[in-house]
């Protein structure tokens, strides 16, 4: 069975990158445009994520919408790494549960998501991220920026939107993008004087309105233990203008890791630490997305039904059993299979389980490549990965977002950023 309700991922690069790619591309104006990612061809081999061949320019008439909490690197030496990583993903389910059944381009950034959508769906989600803001706001005290760029806006300033569907799994096609524009989008909407031209401003009313727009928001996982030694949370970002060049060097990069073990047996999931989470108390940041509370009987009622309904979820997969259309021994495998722990957007971006001799190696691997000017890097370490999900239901339709503890992506894009700066 193919997913293309989840498509996706390109992780919005919160750092200044270097120029992209300079095409030449035609543009349709036709009504298929809303079919532009549907028809997208997938690739299941990871490392052709760097074949520009794989790329297609999104339509003019598409809208590239980026969402970011103000303020995360604060709020995760704060320790609330996870809340971060929650609106993230909730602004991927809003956006998702908007559309309906349109297939659409949507990446995880950790602490904020990018995600493509035809002019056609522009007020629905521009209502549903304003309902995601509102609920940042009153059930966190966190500001979500969002905001929404055409696509024609980007390219006019010399930018590109190119995306490609790399298949993770049988179920799960992920997207990749390139190009340069969602940098271009991001600053144009942070821009201090015309960032107001596209930035979409919370909602009004009650925070409870808008909790029906995040059903399929699940965030129940413990934290995920390191196999190996160290969650490796990377970001690589080649340098130069020619693309064959920066090519080459994401290919050396790839290819060192294979040589470091490969990147499936890099991979931070695993069937022995996968393990739901089973106190009310762990349900916390689900129960406020999903009840628009940060207290109160709804609240406490949705965390008490959630953790007893984990409870023998762990059942089911220490069992391998079945009740319903929760298969026990399925569901872990599919959940692996469905992670986006490896993405390419202008950078690569990778979540790996390593030992230190592997860590060792892929520092060395990077800083030589630094040391010839071929890229920036920036790297992040914490004992455990943090999961949270998109599920739809638990026969495939499902995806997980896979962040190292502590801040892992938004920490690495620290040195990533100092690198970038400094030359």
Partial sequence: MSLTRFPN?????????????????????SPSDADFYTNLAPFPRFADVTDLSRYQPAPDSWRVVVTD??????????????????????????????VGELDIPYVFGGDGATLLIPASVE??????????????????????????????????????????????????????????????AEELI????????????????????YASLLEGFHCRWNSIESRNGTTLCVLVVALGEDSAVRHA?????????????????????SRDTLDLATEASAMSIEARLRTGRKAGFKYHTYATKTALSTRVGNYLMRTGRRVGDFDGTAYPREVIANADYHK???????????????RRRIESCLARERERGQLAYGLHGSDSALMTCLVFDFQGRHVHFVDGADGGYAMAAKQLKEQLRTG
């Fill in 69 to 98: 909490v103000r303020g995360s690197t604060r709020a995760i030496e704060e320790g609330r790494y996870k809340e971060v990583n929650a609106l993230g993903t909730g602004s991927i389910v809003a956006t998702l549960n908007a």
């Fill in 9 to 29: 991922l390109v992780i919005a690069s919160h750092c200044s990158l270097p120029p992209r790619f300079h095409l030449k591309v035609s543009m349709s104006t």
């Fill in 190 to 209: 942070k821009d201090v004087d015309d960032g107001e031209n596209y930035r979409i401003e919370p909602a009004e009313g009650d925070a409870s309105e």
């Fill in 249 to 269: 060097t994401y290919a050396r990069v790839l290819d060192e890791l294979e040589a470091a073990g490969g990147l499936q047996a890099l991979h931070p999931l």
């Fill in 344 to 358: 390419f957007d202008d950078a690569l971006r990778m979540v790996l389980d390593v030992s230190d001799e592997q």
């Fill in 123 to 184: 007020a629905p989600v521009e209502s549903a991220l304003a309902g995601v803001a509102k609920l940042a706001e009153d059930c966190f005290d966190m500001d979500l920026r969002v905001g929404m760029v055409p696509v024609a806006e980007v390219r006019r300033r010399s930018a590109e939107v190119l995306v490609a569907r790399y298949e993770a799994s049988e179920n799960v096609s992920l997207a990749m993008l390139t190009g340069g524009g969602a940098e271009v």
